[in-house]
C-alpha cells in the first residue's frame, strides 16, 4: 500500500483487537485508523513484518479450545493513536530492517501535534508516542 495515500486525512476513530488468554492483562494485536476516506489496520505479520493495509474491524471472538478470546473495541486511551483523534495525518514513512532492508519493520505517522511509532518486533505490535 502506498502510504502517502493517508497523508492529509482526518483521524476520525481508533479501534483494536484485544487477546486476552484467561485471566491474562489484554494484549494489542493490531489497531485499525478510521480516516476520513478508508481505514486501514496497523498490525505485525508472521514473518514479523509491519504492514499497514485497508481493512474493517471484524466482530470479537472466543477460542475456547485456547482459553482465550479476542475483543474488537474502541481503543483503550493508552494506545498513542487515540490521542490524535481529530487530527489531520500529515506525513507517514516506512523503517526498514537494517540486517534485512527488504523486510518493513516500522512506520512513523506524524500527525499536527505529534506522532506515533509502530513497529513490529519479535512477533508483537509495539506502539509508543513520540514529540514532532
Known amino acids: 500500500m502506498d502510504l502517502s495515500g493517508l497523508e492529509s486525512l482526518r483521524l476520525a476513530a481508533v479501534t483494536a483487537a484485544l487477546f486476552t488468554h484467561e485471566s491474562d492483562a489484554p494484549e494489542l494485536l493490531h489497531v485499525w485508523l478510521h480516516l476520513e476516506t478508508t481505514t486501514v489496520v496497523v498490525r505485525d505479520t508472521a514473518d514479523w513484518a509491519l504492514r499497514v493495509t485497508p481493512d474493517q474491524p471484524g466482530e470479537s471472538y472466543i477460542m475456547e479450545e485456547l482459553g ?3 475483543d474488537i473495541v474502541p481503543a483503550p486511551a493508552e494506545v498513542p493513536f487515540v490521542r490524535h ?6 506525513r507517514v514513512t516506512k523503517g526498514f530492517d537494517t540486517e534485512d532492508p527488504a523486510q518493513w519493520v516500522k512506520a512513523e505517522f506524524v500527525f499536527e501535534t505529534g506522532r506515533v511509532i509502530a513497529a513490529a518486533f519479535g512477533g508483537d505490535l509495539h506502539l509508543r508516542h513520540g514529540l514532532r
Do not use: N
Open 85 to 90: 483523534v481529530g487530527e489531520r495525518l500529515v
Open 68 to 70: 482465550s478470546r479476542v
